[in-house]
Protein backbone atom coordinates (compact mmCIF):
# COMPACT_ATOMS: atom_id res chain seq x y z
CA UNK A 1 0.00 0.00 0.00
CA UNK A 2 1.10 3.34 -0.97
CA UNK A 3 0.64 6.09 1.96
CA UNK A 4 -0.34 9.03 0.75
CA UNK A 5 1.75 12.27 2.71
CA UNK A 6 -0.98 13.65 5.81
CA UNK A 7 -0.86 17.22 5.18
CA UNK A 8 -0.48 19.21 8.37
CA UNK A 9 -3.18 21.73 9.60
CA UNK A 10 -2.56 24.18 12.82
CA UNK A 11 -6.03 23.79 15.09
CA UNK A 12 -7.62 27.19 16.05
CA UNK A 13 -5.91 28.85 18.85
CA UNK A 14 -2.60 26.37 18.79
CA UNK A 15 0.86 28.50 18.79
CA UNK A 16 2.62 28.89 15.91
CA UNK A 17 5.51 25.87 15.94
CA UNK A 18 8.81 26.59 17.13
CA UNK A 19 9.85 25.49 13.86
CA UNK A 20 8.81 27.31 10.86
CA UNK A 21 10.57 27.12 7.80
CA UNK A 22 12.34 23.80 7.75
CA UNK A 23 15.18 25.49 4.73
CA UNK A 24 15.88 28.55 6.84
CA UNK A 25 16.58 27.09 10.03
CA UNK A 26 18.83 24.53 8.53
CA UNK A 27 20.52 27.48 6.55
CA UNK A 28 20.90 30.10 9.44
CA UNK A 29 21.33 27.82 12.07
CA UNK A 30 24.64 27.07 14.76
CA UNK A 31 25.46 25.44 17.82
CA UNK A 32 26.52 28.31 18.95
CA UNK A 33 23.88 30.07 18.86
CA UNK A 34 21.94 26.99 21.04
CA UNK A 35 24.15 26.90 22.87
CA UNK A 36 24.13 31.04 24.22
CA UNK A 37 20.43 29.94 24.54
CA UNK A 38 21.51 27.69 27.94
CA UNK A 39 23.06 30.92 29.94
CA UNK A 40 26.76 29.23 30.31
CA UNK A 41 28.30 29.78 33.69
CA UNK A 42 31.12 32.05 33.82
CA UNK A 43 34.60 31.61 32.40
CA UNK A 44 32.57 28.61 29.64
CA UNK A 45 31.34 26.36 32.36
CA UNK A 46 28.87 24.51 31.45
CA UNK A 47 26.30 21.91 33.68
CA UNK A 48 23.24 20.24 32.20
CA UNK A 49 21.63 20.79 36.22
CA UNK A 50 22.08 24.09 36.23
CA UNK A 51 20.61 24.76 32.52
CA UNK A 52 17.80 22.24 33.63
CA UNK A 53 16.86 23.59 36.80
CA UNK A 54 18.87 26.52 38.26
CA UNK A 55 19.02 28.90 35.26
CA UNK A 56 14.83 29.07 35.73
CA UNK A 57 15.57 29.94 39.39
CA UNK A 58 18.23 32.38 38.63
CA UNK A 59 15.55 33.92 36.26
CA UNK A 60 13.03 34.47 38.67
CA UNK A 61 10.98 31.10 37.48
CA UNK A 62 11.65 29.42 40.16
CA UNK A 63 7.83 28.90 41.29
CA UNK A 64 7.40 27.21 38.21
CA UNK A 65 5.80 23.56 38.15
CA UNK A 66 8.42 21.28 36.69
CA UNK A 67 7.51 17.64 38.09
CA UNK A 68 4.47 16.10 38.73
CA UNK A 69 4.66 12.54 40.00
CA UNK A 70 1.93 10.18 39.83
CA UNK A 71 2.14 6.94 42.21
CA UNK A 72 0.89 3.85 40.82
CA UNK A 73 -1.90 4.21 44.18
CA UNK A 74 -3.01 7.37 43.23
CA UNK A 75 -0.56 9.63 44.97
CA UNK A 76 0.80 13.16 43.25
CA UNK A 77 3.77 15.11 44.59
CA UNK A 78 4.61 18.34 42.92
CA UNK A 79 7.77 19.78 42.44
CA UNK A 80 9.02 23.25 41.48
CA UNK A 81 11.77 24.32 39.58
CA UNK A 82 13.25 26.19 43.09
CA UNK A 83 12.36 22.43 44.62
CA UNK A 84 14.37 20.62 41.89
CA UNK A 85 17.04 23.05 42.47
CA UNK A 86 17.05 23.08 46.44
CA UNK A 87 16.84 19.01 46.18
CA UNK A 88 19.61 18.50 43.87
CA UNK A 89 22.15 20.49 45.77
CA UNK A 90 20.94 18.77 48.98
CA UNK A 91 21.73 15.54 47.03
CA UNK A 92 25.29 17.01 45.38
CA UNK A 93 26.26 17.97 48.75
CA UNK A 94 25.71 14.59 50.31
CA UNK A 95 27.73 12.97 47.67
CA UNK A 96 30.93 14.99 48.49
CA UNK A 97 30.24 14.57 52.33
CA UNK A 98 30.04 10.46 51.53
CA UNK A 99 33.92 10.97 49.01
CA UNK A 100 31.92 11.43 45.88
CA UNK A 101 34.22 13.49 44.06
CA UNK A 102 33.64 15.05 40.07
CA UNK A 103 34.29 12.08 37.39
CA UNK A 104 33.12 9.40 39.98
CA UNK A 105 30.44 7.61 38.72
CA UNK A 106 26.60 7.22 40.77
CA UNK A 107 23.93 4.68 39.42
CA UNK A 108 20.29 4.24 40.13
CA UNK A 109 18.26 1.28 39.86
CA UNK A 110 15.15 2.21 40.43
CA UNK A 111 11.84 2.83 38.64
CA UNK A 112 9.68 6.27 38.15
CA UNK A 113 10.38 7.54 41.84
CA UNK A 114 11.53 11.00 42.26
CA UNK A 115 14.67 10.64 44.20
CA UNK A 116 16.07 8.98 40.86
CA UNK A 117 15.76 12.57 39.67
CA UNK A 118 16.87 14.29 42.44
CA UNK A 119 19.93 12.24 42.03
CA UNK A 120 20.33 12.35 38.65
CA UNK A 121 20.38 16.20 39.13
CA UNK A 122 22.51 16.05 41.78
CA UNK A 123 25.16 13.84 40.80
CA UNK A 124 25.56 16.17 38.08
CA UNK A 125 25.69 19.61 40.20
CA UNK A 126 28.64 17.16 42.04
CA UNK A 127 30.91 16.91 38.79
CA UNK A 128 29.79 12.91 39.04
CA UNK A 129 28.87 10.85 35.96
CA UNK A 130 25.22 9.82 36.43
CA UNK A 131 24.50 6.05 35.19
CA UNK A 132 21.02 4.72 35.04
CA UNK A 133 20.54 0.95 35.36
CA UNK A 134 17.54 -0.58 34.84
CA UNK A 135 15.30 -1.47 37.05
CA UNK A 136 14.19 -4.72 35.81
CA UNK A 137 17.08 -6.35 35.05
CA UNK A 138 17.60 -9.52 37.05
CA UNK A 139 21.06 -9.94 39.28
CA UNK A 140 23.65 -10.56 36.71
CA UNK A 141 22.61 -7.23 34.09
CA UNK A 142 23.17 -4.99 36.84
CA UNK A 143 26.01 -6.51 38.39
CA UNK A 144 28.08 -6.18 34.98
CA UNK A 145 27.18 -2.74 34.74
CA UNK A 146 27.93 -1.96 38.26
CA UNK A 147 31.51 -3.60 37.34
CA UNK A 148 31.93 -1.66 34.32
CA UNK A 149 30.99 1.35 35.24
CA UNK A 150 33.34 1.27 38.47
CA UNK A 151 30.63 2.91 40.90
CA UNK A 152 30.86 4.14 44.10
CA UNK A 153 27.42 4.48 44.52
CA UNK A 154 24.17 3.63 44.42
CA UNK A 155 20.55 4.86 44.78
CA UNK A 156 17.98 2.14 44.94
CA UNK A 157 14.98 0.79 46.72
CA UNK A 158 14.93 -1.77 49.65
CA UNK A 159 13.18 -4.70 47.69
CA UNK A 160 15.68 -3.89 44.69
CA UNK A 161 18.54 -4.03 47.02
CA UNK A 162 17.58 -7.08 48.60
CA UNK A 163 16.50 -8.68 45.16
CA UNK A 164 19.48 -7.94 42.85
CA UNK A 165 22.55 -6.21 44.72
CA UNK A 166 23.06 -8.07 48.38
CA UNK A 167 24.43 -11.13 46.74
CA UNK A 168 26.60 -9.05 44.99
CA UNK A 169 28.65 -7.43 47.55
CA UNK A 170 31.56 -9.38 47.56
CA UNK A 171 32.03 -9.02 43.83
CA UNK A 172 31.08 -5.22 43.93
CA UNK A 173 35.08 -4.06 44.76
CA UNK A 174 34.57 -0.61 43.76
CA UNK A 175 30.59 0.01 45.45
CA UNK A 176 31.20 2.05 48.57
CA UNK A 177 27.82 3.39 49.40
CA UNK A 178 24.02 2.20 48.29
CA UNK A 179 21.62 4.54 49.32
CA UNK A 180 18.01 3.38 49.87
CA UNK A 181 15.16 5.99 48.98
CA UNK A 182 12.49 4.06 51.04
CA UNK A 183 14.36 3.26 54.31
CA UNK A 184 14.69 5.58 57.94
CA UNK A 185 17.49 5.69 60.03
CA UNK A 186 19.14 3.19 58.53
CA UNK A 187 22.67 1.66 60.39
CA UNK A 188 24.45 -1.13 58.41
CA UNK A 189 26.42 -2.79 60.99
CA UNK A 190 28.72 -4.77 58.40
CA UNK A 191 31.68 -2.88 57.76
CA UNK A 192 32.21 -4.51 54.49
CA UNK A 193 31.42 -1.95 51.52
CA UNK A 194 29.17 -1.09 50.69
CA UNK A 195 28.02 0.70 53.47
CA UNK A 196 24.08 1.29 53.72
CA UNK A 197 22.57 4.71 54.10
CA UNK A 198 18.94 6.23 54.04
CA UNK A 199 18.46 8.56 51.30
CA UNK A 200 16.46 10.63 52.92
CA UNK A 201 18.09 10.68 56.54
CA UNK A 202 21.15 12.15 54.57
CA UNK A 203 19.28 14.59 52.28
CA UNK A 204 17.47 16.35 55.00
CA UNK A 205 20.82 16.76 56.64
CA UNK A 206 22.49 17.92 54.19
CA UNK A 207 22.82 22.34 53.18
CA UNK A 208 20.29 23.27 50.47
CA UNK A 209 22.85 25.49 48.92
CA UNK A 210 26.58 25.44 47.43
CA UNK A 211 28.27 27.04 44.63
CA UNK A 212 27.37 26.87 41.21
CA UNK A 213 29.04 24.31 39.21
CA UNK A 214 32.19 24.58 37.70
CA UNK A 215 32.27 21.70 35.16
CA UNK A 216 33.60 21.90 31.35
CA UNK A 217 31.64 21.45 28.51
CA UNK A 218 33.85 18.40 27.81
CA UNK A 219 33.51 17.20 30.98
CA UNK A 220 31.93 13.42 31.28
CA UNK A 221 28.25 13.54 32.64
CA UNK A 222 26.42 10.43 31.41
CA UNK A 223 27.28 6.44 31.01
CA UNK A 224 24.34 5.08 29.39
CA UNK A 225 24.84 1.11 28.26
CA UNK A 226 23.87 0.41 24.86
CA UNK A 227 22.25 -3.05 24.16
CA UNK A 228 23.22 -6.20 25.77
CA UNK A 229 20.63 -8.05 22.37
CA UNK A 230 23.91 -8.34 19.80
CA UNK A 231 27.17 -8.63 22.27
CA UNK A 232 28.11 -7.11 25.50
CA UNK A 233 26.75 -4.23 26.55
CA UNK A 234 28.95 -0.98 25.99
CA UNK A 235 29.17 2.15 28.20
CA UNK A 236 28.80 5.28 25.75
CA UNK A 237 29.94 7.98 27.15
CA UNK A 238 28.11 11.71 27.05
CA UNK A 239 29.36 15.02 28.10
CA UNK A 240 27.71 17.77 29.64
CA UNK A 241 27.88 19.93 26.10
CA UNK A 242 24.90 17.12 25.22
CA UNK A 243 22.67 19.32 26.91
CA UNK A 244 22.73 21.81 23.88
CA UNK A 245 21.43 19.30 21.69
CA UNK A 246 19.07 18.17 24.26
CA UNK A 247 17.51 21.82 24.72
CA UNK A 248 17.43 22.36 21.13
CA UNK A 249 15.94 19.10 20.18
CA UNK A 250 13.13 19.33 22.47
CA UNK A 251 12.38 22.86 21.13
CA UNK A 252 12.96 22.26 17.27
CA UNK A 253 11.53 18.25 17.25
CA UNK A 254 9.21 17.89 19.70
CA UNK A 255 8.09 21.63 19.79
CA UNK A 256 8.62 22.26 23.85
CA UNK A 257 7.75 25.71 24.93
CA UNK A 258 7.86 27.00 28.94
CA UNK A 259 4.85 25.54 30.52
CA UNK A 260 4.28 22.94 28.39
CA UNK A 261 2.92 20.29 30.42
CA UNK A 262 4.90 17.15 28.70
CA UNK A 263 5.10 13.54 29.32
CA UNK A 264 7.76 11.16 27.89
CA UNK A 265 6.35 7.59 28.51
CA UNK A 266 10.11 6.37 28.49
CA UNK A 267 11.84 4.78 31.96
CA UNK A 268 14.48 6.84 33.46
CA UNK A 269 16.89 3.42 33.22
CA UNK A 270 17.12 4.05 29.37
CA UNK A 271 19.02 6.50 27.61
CA UNK A 272 14.90 8.07 26.36
CA UNK A 273 14.01 8.75 30.01
CA UNK A 274 16.63 11.05 30.75
CA UNK A 275 17.59 13.10 27.69
CA UNK A 276 13.94 13.26 26.90
CA UNK A 277 12.21 12.50 30.12
CA UNK A 278 14.35 14.79 32.22
CA UNK A 279 17.06 17.36 30.94
CA UNK A 280 14.90 18.23 27.23
CA UNK A 281 11.74 19.09 28.84
CA UNK A 282 13.31 21.12 32.22
CA UNK A 283 15.67 23.12 29.50
CA UNK A 284 12.81 23.95 27.94
CA UNK A 285 11.12 25.18 30.68
CA UNK A 286 8.06 22.48 30.83
CA UNK A 287 6.23 21.02 33.67
CA UNK A 288 7.77 17.06 33.39
CA UNK A 289 4.82 14.23 33.82
CA UNK A 290 6.28 11.33 36.07
CA UNK A 291 3.41 8.14 35.90
CA UNK A 292 4.89 5.57 38.42
CA UNK A 293 3.21 2.61 37.46
CA UNK A 294 3.27 0.55 33.98
CA UNK A 295 1.22 0.55 30.94
CA UNK A 296 -2.61 0.32 31.34
CA UNK A 297 -4.46 1.47 28.43
CA UNK A 298 -7.38 3.54 30.33
CA UNK A 299 -4.80 4.86 32.64
CA UNK A 300 -2.79 6.78 30.18
CA UNK A 301 -5.48 8.16 28.38
CA UNK A 302 -6.70 9.31 31.81
CA UNK A 303 -3.59 10.90 32.12
CA UNK A 304 -3.17 12.85 28.76
CA UNK A 305 -6.89 14.14 29.53
CA UNK A 306 -6.64 14.95 33.30
CA UNK A 307 -3.15 16.30 33.20
CA UNK A 308 -3.68 18.26 30.52
CA UNK A 309 -0.79 17.24 28.48
CA UNK A 310 0.79 19.20 25.53
CA UNK A 311 3.49 17.33 24.15
CA UNK A 312 3.51 13.33 24.10
CA UNK A 313 6.28 11.16 23.55
CA UNK A 314 6.20 7.55 23.41
CA UNK A 315 7.03 4.01 21.88
CA UNK A 316 5.68 2.38 18.67
CA UNK A 317 4.82 -0.93 20.69
CA UNK A 318 2.66 1.31 22.73
CA UNK A 319 0.94 3.08 20.34
CA UNK A 320 0.23 -0.43 18.91
CA UNK A 321 -1.10 -1.82 22.69
CA UNK A 322 -3.64 1.33 22.16
CA UNK A 323 -4.35 -0.06 19.14
CA UNK A 324 -5.11 -3.51 20.23
CA UNK A 325 -6.98 -2.07 22.69
CA UNK A 326 -9.88 -0.74 20.41
CA UNK A 327 -12.02 2.14 20.08
CA UNK A 328 -13.80 2.28 22.85
CA UNK A 329 -11.76 3.21 25.36
CA UNK A 330 -10.57 6.36 22.90
CA UNK A 331 -14.48 7.65 23.14
CA UNK A 332 -15.29 10.81 24.37
CA UNK A 333 -11.93 11.78 25.61
CA UNK A 334 -11.05 15.41 26.30
CA UNK A 335 -7.62 15.71 24.49
CA UNK A 336 -8.23 19.15 23.07
CA UNK A 337 -4.90 20.31 25.01
CA UNK A 338 -2.66 17.57 23.26
CA UNK A 339 -0.75 19.71 20.49
CA UNK A 340 2.06 17.25 19.80
CA UNK A 341 2.51 13.44 19.31
CA UNK A 342 5.92 11.82 18.58
CA UNK A 343 6.98 8.64 18.76
CA UNK A 344 11.06 6.97 19.66
CA UNK A 345 12.58 3.74 20.53
CA UNK A 346 11.84 1.81 17.13
CA UNK A 347 10.45 2.40 13.53
CA UNK A 348 6.54 3.84 13.78
CA UNK A 349 4.57 1.62 11.34
CA UNK A 350 2.47 4.11 8.92
CA UNK A 351 -0.95 2.62 10.61
CA UNK A 352 0.32 4.25 13.67
CA UNK A 353 0.32 7.48 12.08
CA UNK A 354 -3.32 6.94 10.40
CA UNK A 355 -5.06 5.43 13.23
CA UNK A 356 -3.77 8.55 15.76
CA UNK A 357 -5.14 11.02 13.16
CA UNK A 358 -8.26 8.90 12.73
CA UNK A 359 -8.69 8.40 16.40
CA UNK A 360 -7.37 11.13 18.49
CA UNK A 361 -7.26 13.64 16.51
CA UNK A 362 -4.11 14.48 15.92
CA UNK A 363 -0.93 11.70 14.01
CA UNK A 364 2.55 10.77 15.47
CA UNK A 365 5.56 12.23 14.18
CA UNK A 366 8.41 9.61 14.34
CA UNK A 367 11.93 9.88 15.50
CA UNK A 368 14.80 8.49 15.25
CA UNK A 369 18.28 8.41 17.04
CA UNK A 370 20.35 6.26 19.06
CA UNK A 371 21.94 5.97 22.42
CA UNK A 372 24.75 6.97 20.32
CA UNK A 373 23.85 10.48 19.47
CA UNK A 374 22.71 11.47 22.54
CA UNK A 375 19.50 13.39 21.12
CA UNK A 376 17.25 13.73 18.43
CA UNK A 377 18.95 13.95 14.83
CA UNK A 378 15.93 12.83 12.48
CA UNK A 379 12.19 13.89 12.97
CA UNK A 380 9.01 14.86 11.44
CA UNK A 381 8.20 18.31 12.17
CA UNK A 382 5.22 19.69 13.33
CA UNK A 383 5.67 22.04 10.83
CA UNK A 384 5.74 19.44 7.87
CA UNK A 385 3.25 16.83 6.19
CA UNK A 386 3.97 13.54 7.34
CA UNK A 387 5.12 10.88 5.24
CA UNK A 388 3.71 7.79 7.02
CA UNK A 389 6.79 5.65 7.48
CA UNK A 390 9.91 8.27 7.01
CA UNK A 391 12.32 8.50 9.50
CA UNK A 392 11.70 12.46 9.02
CA UNK A 393 14.47 14.51 8.08
CA UNK A 394 17.87 15.76 10.20
CA UNK A 395 17.62 17.92 12.68
CA UNK A 396 18.83 21.52 12.12
CA UNK A 397 22.61 21.18 12.46
CA UNK A 398 22.83 17.68 11.70
CA UNK A 399 23.82 16.56 8.34
CA UNK A 400 22.68 13.00 7.20
CA UNK A 401 23.90 11.19 4.56
CA UNK A 402 23.12 6.74 3.04
CA UNK A 403 26.62 5.77 2.52
CA UNK A 404 28.83 2.82 1.69
CA UNK A 405 32.26 1.98 3.28
CA UNK A 406 35.11 1.47 0.51
CA UNK A 407 37.64 -0.91 0.13
CA UNK A 408 40.43 1.53 1.82
CA UNK A 409 38.09 1.62 4.19
CA UNK A 410 36.66 5.39 3.69
CA UNK A 411 32.86 5.68 2.35
CA UNK A 412 31.12 7.23 -0.27
CA UNK A 413 27.81 8.91 -0.24
CA UNK A 414 24.84 7.16 -2.69
CA UNK A 415 22.14 8.76 -4.75
CA UNK A 416 18.67 9.16 -3.99
CA UNK A 417 16.51 6.16 -3.29
CA UNK A 418 20.09 3.84 -2.80
CA UNK A 419 19.89 1.51 0.33
CA UNK A 420 23.24 1.96 2.42
CA UNK A 421 24.08 2.55 5.91
CA UNK A 422 22.61 5.53 7.50
CA UNK A 423 25.66 8.11 8.75
CA UNK A 424 25.75 11.05 10.40
CA UNK A 425 28.53 14.20 9.89
CA UNK A 426 30.47 13.97 13.75
CA UNK A 427 30.17 17.12 15.54
CA UNK A 428 27.12 17.57 17.16
CA UNK A 429 27.08 18.26 21.02
CA UNK A 430 25.72 14.81 21.89
CA UNK A 431 27.79 12.37 20.35
CA UNK A 432 29.16 10.41 22.52
CA UNK A 433 33.03 10.64 23.58
CA UNK A 434 33.96 7.20 23.59
CA UNK A 435 33.07 3.56 24.96
CA UNK A 436 34.18 2.62 28.16
CA UNK A 437 37.23 1.12 28.15
CA UNK A 438 36.74 -0.20 24.17
CA UNK A 439 38.63 2.61 22.48
CA UNK A 440 38.70 0.38 19.45
CA UNK A 441 34.94 -0.58 19.28
CA UNK A 442 34.64 3.58 19.33
CA UNK A 443 37.20 3.61 16.67
CA UNK A 444 34.80 1.70 14.28
CA UNK A 445 31.77 3.44 14.40
CA UNK A 446 33.85 6.54 12.35
CA UNK A 447 35.58 6.70 8.79
CA UNK A 448 35.92 10.34 6.76
CA UNK A 449 34.70 12.17 10.42
CA UNK A 450 31.27 10.03 9.57
CA UNK A 451 29.83 8.57 12.61
CA UNK A 452 28.28 4.92 10.73
CA UNK A 453 25.02 4.27 12.96
CA UNK A 454 24.36 0.44 11.94
CA UNK A 455 21.44 1.18 10.38
CA UNK A 456 20.36 0.47 6.67
CA UNK A 457 18.46 3.25 4.96
CA UNK A 458 17.48 4.91 1.79
CA UNK A 459 17.15 8.90 1.27
CA UNK A 460 14.19 10.25 -1.19
CA UNK A 461 14.76 12.61 -3.33
CA UNK A 462 13.17 15.22 -0.91
CA UNK A 463 15.26 14.52 1.74
CA UNK A 464 13.56 12.62 4.00
CA UNK A 465 14.70 9.46 5.29
CA UNK A 466 13.25 5.56 5.64
CA UNK A 467 14.63 2.88 7.75
CA UNK A 468 15.36 -0.51 6.09
CA UNK A 469 16.96 -2.42 9.22
CA UNK A 470 19.51 -3.26 11.17
CA UNK A 471 22.57 -4.34 9.30
CA UNK A 472 22.23 -7.79 11.31
CA UNK A 473 18.77 -7.72 10.61
CA UNK A 474 18.44 -7.87 7.19
CA UNK A 475 18.48 -10.94 5.10
CA UNK A 476 19.50 -11.75 1.78
CA UNK A 477 17.53 -14.33 0.41
CA UNK A 478 17.61 -14.89 -3.59
CA UNK A 479 20.08 -12.29 -4.30
CA UNK A 480 17.55 -9.67 -2.89
CA UNK A 481 18.44 -7.92 0.32
CA UNK A 482 15.09 -7.47 2.27
CA UNK A 483 15.19 -5.50 5.83
CA UNK A 484 12.12 -6.51 8.29
CA UNK A 485 10.21 -3.05 8.60
CA UNK A 486 9.24 -3.43 5.09
CA UNK A 487 7.53 -6.88 5.50
CA UNK A 488 6.30 -6.27 8.88
CA UNK A 489 4.39 -2.90 7.87
CA UNK A 490 2.54 -4.59 5.40
CA UNK A 491 1.29 -7.54 7.28
CA UNK A 492 0.21 -5.00 10.03
CA UNK A 493 -2.37 -3.61 7.26
CA UNK A 494 -4.46 -6.57 7.41
CA UNK A 495 -7.43 -6.37 9.83
CA UNK A 496 -6.84 -9.45 11.61
CA UNK A 497 -2.67 -8.33 12.29
CA UNK A 498 -1.78 -6.99 15.45
CA UNK A 499 1.56 -7.46 15.26
CA UNK A 500 4.10 -9.23 12.99
CA UNK A 501 8.04 -9.83 13.25
CA UNK A 502 10.10 -11.26 9.95
CA UNK A 503 13.03 -13.25 10.16
CA UNK A 504 15.47 -15.08 7.78
CA UNK A 505 15.21 -18.62 7.95
CA UNK A 506 17.88 -20.66 6.55
CA UNK A 507 17.33 -22.13 2.97
CA UNK A 508 19.46 -24.33 0.54
CA UNK A 509 18.23 -23.07 -2.56
CA UNK A 510 17.66 -19.33 -1.98
CA UNK A 511 20.09 -18.89 1.13
CA UNK A 512 17.16 -17.35 3.44
CA UNK A 513 13.68 -17.54 3.18
CA UNK A 514 11.58 -15.43 4.79
CA UNK A 515 9.45 -16.39 7.83
CA UNK A 516 6.69 -14.48 9.68
CA UNK A 517 5.35 -14.68 13.21
CA UNK A 518 1.71 -13.33 13.76
CA UNK A 519 0.19 -12.35 16.57
CA UNK A 520 -3.88 -11.52 15.94
CA UNK A 521 -6.14 -9.00 16.92
CA UNK A 522 -8.82 -10.20 19.16
CA UNK A 523 -11.71 -11.79 17.00
CA UNK A 524 -9.50 -13.70 14.71
CA UNK A 525 -8.50 -17.34 15.22
CA UNK A 526 -5.14 -19.05 13.61
CA UNK A 527 -6.43 -21.47 10.30
CA UNK A 528 -4.40 -22.60 7.64
CA UNK A 529 -7.12 -20.60 5.45
CA UNK A 530 -6.13 -17.00 7.35
CA UNK A 531 -2.33 -18.05 7.12
CA UNK A 532 -2.91 -18.52 3.04
CA UNK A 533 -4.46 -14.85 3.07
CA UNK A 534 -2.36 -13.43 5.22
CA UNK A 535 0.74 -14.76 2.66
CA UNK A 536 -1.79 -13.85 -0.25
CA UNK A 537 -2.09 -10.57 1.04
CA UNK A 538 1.59 -9.76 1.67
CA UNK A 539 2.63 -11.46 -2.01
CA UNK A 540 -0.33 -9.06 -3.74
CA UNK A 541 1.92 -5.84 -2.08
CA UNK A 542 5.29 -6.78 -2.06
CA UNK A 543 5.88 -9.77 -4.86
CA UNK A 544 6.74 -13.03 -4.74
CA UNK A 545 10.30 -11.91 -4.15
CA UNK A 546 9.74 -10.26 -0.66
CA UNK A 547 6.51 -11.52 0.95
CA UNK A 548 7.18 -14.51 3.76
CA UNK A 549 7.05 -17.76 2.53
CA UNK A 550 6.39 -19.20 5.51
CA UNK A 551 4.15 -17.95 8.51
CA UNK A 552 3.51 -18.98 12.04
CA UNK A 553 0.79 -17.70 14.58
CA UNK A 554 1.75 -17.15 17.80
CA UNK A 555 0.39 -15.64 21.00
CA UNK A 556 2.57 -12.57 21.91
CA UNK A 557 5.45 -12.15 19.93
CA UNK A 558 9.12 -11.89 22.36
CA UNK A 559 9.90 -8.40 23.71
CA UNK A 560 12.53 -6.66 25.31
CA UNK A 561 10.37 -5.22 28.39
CA UNK A 562 10.88 -1.84 27.03
CA UNK A 563 8.67 -3.66 24.53
CA UNK A 564 10.70 -4.42 21.24
CA UNK A 565 10.38 -7.23 19.18
CA UNK A 566 13.22 -9.19 19.55
CA UNK A 567 14.04 -10.90 15.95
CA UNK A 568 17.14 -12.96 17.62
CA UNK A 569 15.08 -15.28 20.08
CA UNK A 570 12.81 -15.33 16.87
CA UNK A 571 15.63 -16.92 14.98
CA UNK A 572 16.34 -18.62 18.29
CA UNK A 573 13.29 -20.06 18.06
CA UNK A 574 12.90 -21.49 14.76
CA UNK A 575 16.42 -22.70 14.98
CA UNK A 576 15.81 -24.62 18.17
CA UNK A 577 18.59 -22.75 20.16
CA UNK A 578 18.72 -21.88 23.72
CA UNK A 579 17.23 -18.62 24.44
CA UNK A 580 19.30 -17.57 27.36
CA UNK A 581 18.33 -15.26 30.21
CA UNK A 582 16.02 -12.45 28.90
CA UNK A 583 16.65 -10.18 31.88
CA UNK A 584 19.97 -9.43 29.97
CA UNK A 585 18.24 -7.87 27.13
CA UNK A 586 17.82 -4.07 26.64
CA UNK A 587 16.51 -1.91 24.03
CA UNK A 588 17.25 -3.43 20.46
CA UNK A 589 20.57 -1.82 19.70
CA UNK A 590 21.27 0.05 19.59
CA UNK A 591 18.21 2.66 19.28
CA UNK A 592 17.17 4.16 22.85
Known sequence: MSWNPIRKTLNAGEPAPNLTDYAEACAGFSWGEARAALADLADGALNIAYAAVDRWVAAGQG???????????????????????????????????????????????????????????????????????????????????????????????????????????????????????????????DAHPPKLCA????????????????TRPEDWALL?????????????????????????????????????????????????GVSYGLIAPLTNGATLIVDEAEFEVRRWYAILEQQRVNVWYTAPTAIRMLMKAGLEPAQRLDLSALRFMASVGEPLNPE??????????????????QTETGAIMIANYRVQDIRPGSMGRPMPGVAAAIVQRRADGGVERLAPGQQGELALRSGWPSLFRGYLDDAPRYQQCFADDWYLSGDLATCDAEGYFWFVGRKDDVIKTSGHLIGPFEVENVLMEHPAVAEAGMIG????????????????????????????????????????????????????????????????????????????????????PPNP
Request: proline share 6%; aromatic share 8%.
Open 505 to 588: KPDEFASQIIKAFVALKPGYEPSDALRKELIGFARTRLGPAVAPRELEFVADLPKTRSGKIMRRLLRARELGLPLGDLSTLEEE
Open 199 to 214: FHTLLDAAADSRPAPR
Open 63 to 189: QRLALRWLGKNGERRDYRYADLARLSNQFANVLERLGIRPGDRVCTLAGRIPELYIAALGALKAGAVFCPLFSAFGPEPVRGRLVSSRARLLVTTSLLYQRKVAALRNALPDLEWVLLTDATDLTDG
Open 352 to 369: GVVWALETLGRPFHDTWW
Open 224 to 272: HFTSGATGAPKGAIHVHEAVVAHYWSGRMALDLRPGDVYWCTADPGWVT
